[in-house]
């Protein structure tokens, strides 16, 4: 009797022994890591200054994804080379999960067609969780401004005198309706380029620029508090968000159509059980209903789009750009 019992005792410490061991074998393969993915606080990173359209953006998912995912998520912002120090960063980020950040077409697109930039990055590098916003253009100017009050005087003036134009990048958005513009409208606007949404703005508020080239996400707080005046956006339809403004057709001009998306990515080599983890939590805090309304008060529209319908978007972004190579003299 005595051996049977002790015989028995063997076979469990053996069972045992296997046991321990497969799950330090799914310890090593990485799969019960994903089981406690996310336990550390996670980065997104933003390429543009803090205070610029998609910093706010950011910081208005953050709680909301830092509630989906039950971690810290910390906005780390890359400005510099329009875009592409933070694009670049993310890129070759550790494919671990712990960095994730914002992508902003069609200034990316653009930087991935232009010629006269080196890129050793392109779209294959990333692996897109989804669309958050989508923000059409805005065409401004200062509330005190006496050369013009609307969209119709601005463009005569702009067709006997030049008139600047702030811009964040070479056929980044902003850049592109100063092109566009000129093109159908034949007017004399001159693009002065910034690093950022928030110096452009500034120097625009400082009269350093006549007329400032934004999105209505960036202009429309300002807008309503009378700060500055929007007198177009580049849409097919008026912006729910300033239903007093027209677009740039319904001024009496060739229609003029912009927009900018900012989406989130992981950089490419990520594990899918981590993908997936993060697909799903942007899903959630992006149609949440309260993070929806508090997007309406700062005037930028939701637009979620899941992770491959997002890459294809920034795919036809690239198309469209390359569709502009004569306008950009490229």
């Not at 606080?41 to 933003?46: D, F, L, P, Q, T």
């Not at 669309?131 to 100017?141: E, F, S, W």
């Not at 339809?237 to 319904?250: I, Q």
């Amino acid at each position: 009797m005595k051996k049977i019992i002790y015989l028995s005792f063997i076979m469990l410490l053996f069972v045992g022994g296997l046991a321990a061991c497969s799950s330090n074998e799914k310890s090593a393969s990485g799969s019960s890591a994903s089981d406690s993915y996310p336990s550390e606080a996670i980065s997104v990173i933003v390429a543009y200054d803090a205070g610029g359209g998609t910093d706010t953006t950011a910081r208005a998912l953050q709680p909301y994804l830092e509630e989906e995912l039950g971690v810290p998520v910390n906005i780390i912002n890359k400005p510099g080379g329009s875009g592409w120090v933070g694009w670049n960063t993310l890129a070759n980020a550790k494919p671990d999960g712990q960095t994730i950040g914002y992508l902003n077409s069609p200034n990316i697109a653009s930087g991935l067609v232009n010629p006269t930039m080196e890129r050793k990055v392109n779209l294959d590098d990333f692996e897109a969780l989804g669309n958050h916003v989508t923000d059409p253009g805005a065409i401004v100017i200062r509330v005190d401004e006496e050369r013009f009050t609307n969209m119709k005087e601005l463009v005569e003036y702009a067709k006997e005198h030049e008139v600047t134009t702030t811009a964040t990048g070479v056929a980044g958005d902003d850049h592109l309706v100063t092109l566009k513009l000129n093109q159908k409208l034949d007017t004399n606007f001159r693009a002065i380029q910034f690093e950022g949404t928030a110096k452009s703005r500034s120097a625009f508020l400082g009269g350093h620029v006549d007329v400032l080239i934004t999105s209505v996400g960036e202009a429309y707080t300002m807008h309503q508090n009378e700060k500055l005046k929007v007198v177009a956006v580049t849409a097919k339809e008026r912006s729910s968000f300033l239903e007093d403004v027209p677009t740039v057709k319904e001024a009496g001009f060739e229609e003029v159509i912009s927009q900018s998306t900012r989406g989130l990515a992981a950089p490419k080599g990520i594990p899918q059980e981590k993908l997936d983890i993060l697909k799903e939590a942007l899903k959630k805090a992006a149609n949440n209903a309260e993070h929806v309304e508090k997007m309406k008060e700062i005037g930028t529209q939701v637009d979620y789009v899941d992770g491959a319908g997002y890459m294809e978007m920034l795919k036809q972004d690239k198309k469209d750009v390359e569709g502009l190579r004569d306008l950009l003299d490229w």
